[in-house]
């Protein structure tokens, strides 16, 4: 009877795990860009409109951009690109998706931190990027 529980003990321990396993972004059956938008549990999904920005240069692999600072991403056009995707679907940015971090970006960023109760200052911070799902 001691061996029906370690077994039952083992197979609870590792429902966890599995259940993580199945909740990863896996890129044999998603978009392996590294950019590309994703739906509120962060998962990836396809964008019907193409953008100038689209096809920018940008890293292949998504953990290159947990490296580069905030100011090293605004003079990316493919990374604000997708920020201001992300703003306009949230409905804080209402401009032209061109890849330029203008006063029109930093006030959507702005409105975006006030309504989540974040520190206000305009500009891309970590929780900002992870608010919008962006690496």
């Given at each position: 009877m001691t061996m029906k529980k370690a077994l039952l003990a083992m197979i609870v321990s590792a429902l966890p795990g599995i259940a993580a396993a199945q909740m990863e972004d896996r890129p044999l059956f998603h978009s392996t860009d590294s950019l590309a938008s994703r739906d509120d549990w962060g998962l990836v999904h396809q964008s019907p409109?193409?953008?100038?920005t689209d096809t920018a240069p940008r890293y292949h692999w998504?953990?290159?951009?947990?490296?580069?600072?905030?100011?090293?991403?605004?003079?990316?056009?493919?990374?604000?690109?997708?920020?201001?995707?992300?703003?306009?679907?949230?409905?804080?940015?209402?401009?032209?998706?061109?890849?330029?971090?203008s006063a029109e970006v930093s006030d959507a960023v702005a409105r975006m931190q006030k309504n989540y109760s974040m520190r206000v200052t305009g500009t891309v911070t970590i929780p900002v990027r992870r608010a919008l799902y962006l690496p």
């Open positions: 409109v193409l953008n100038p998504r953990p290159l951009y947990y490296l580069e600072g905030g100011r090293d991403l605004v003079q990316q056009p493919a990374y604000i690109g997708a920020l201001q995707r992300e703003l306009r679907r949230r409905g804080y940015y209402c401009g032209e998706i061109d890849g330029l971090f």
